[in-house]
């Protein structure tokens, strides 16, 4: 059998470089498109909490000001009162959530930070995942968990390529975006529309 492939391949010797060459344009196609070694690479960047890390204020809802609390009691702890004029500006957690896995395994916590000077940043903590092709951070109006591919089909916004797969991390939301109904946050496959994980804000 082998002395007659090899006999073969000797009386077609242009079919044969043809069909090497395809092979081989297919392999360096492939290993470019699916990236395998990246399922044994990882990198971690830590970044710095942005604003005045002395000054972490988490935030709920302000109270109506016209129903005062009942019988004068103070607001409850963990929530804040409407800040004065002369209070000084603060970096407010306004929500956050842990990451759940989904095509790959990913944990830590996504939060959402305002800073003191109105903007607002996605800021992911203790996460670990899998490197991947085109990984980007996305905010989306979708549920977190469940289907990997569904949340191309809903509305979301780019926050741009994920500086690592371990650490802790800030991605800075584009003044002036539309946040109405983007609770969630993703670690999003662009390449292959899949989501590594993501985490609902709370």
């Not at 990882?42 to 009942?70: C, Y």
């Not at 407010?92 to 989904?102: C, D, I, P």
């Amino acid at each position: 059998m082998t002395s007659r492939i090899v006999g073969t391949l000797r009386r077609h010797p242009i079919s044969t470089v043809a069909v090497g060459t395809v092979l081989l344009v297919m392999l360096v196609v492939g290993a470019a498109l699916f990236q395998p070694w990246r399922l044994f690479t990882s990198s971690t960047v830590n970044e710095a909490l942005p604003g005045p890390a002395s000054e972490i204020a988490v935030t709920t809802p302000a109270p109506d000001p016209a129903s005062p609390a009942p019988n004068g009691a103070s607001p409850s702890p963990g929530t804040l009162a409407p800040p004065s004029n002369t209070a000084s500006p603060t970096t407010a957690v306004l929500a956050a959530g842990a990451f759940q896995s989904q095509e790959h395994p990913t944990s830590g916590t996504a939060v959402l930070l305002r800073l003191p000077d109105g903007s607002h940043v996605v800021r992911l903590e203790n996460l670990a995942s899998s490197d991947g092709p085109d990984v980007k951070v996305w905010l989306s109006d979708l549920d977190a968990g469940g289907d990997w591919f569904k949340y191309r089909s809903g509305k979301y916004l780019d926050l741009g390529l994920i500086k690592a797969t371990h650490g802790n991390q800030n991605y800075t939301i584009p003044a002036g975006a539309d946040l109405q109904g983007l609770r969630t946050v993703v670690l999003w496959c662009d390449r292959f529309s899949v989501a590594f994980g993501s985490a609902a804000l709370q």
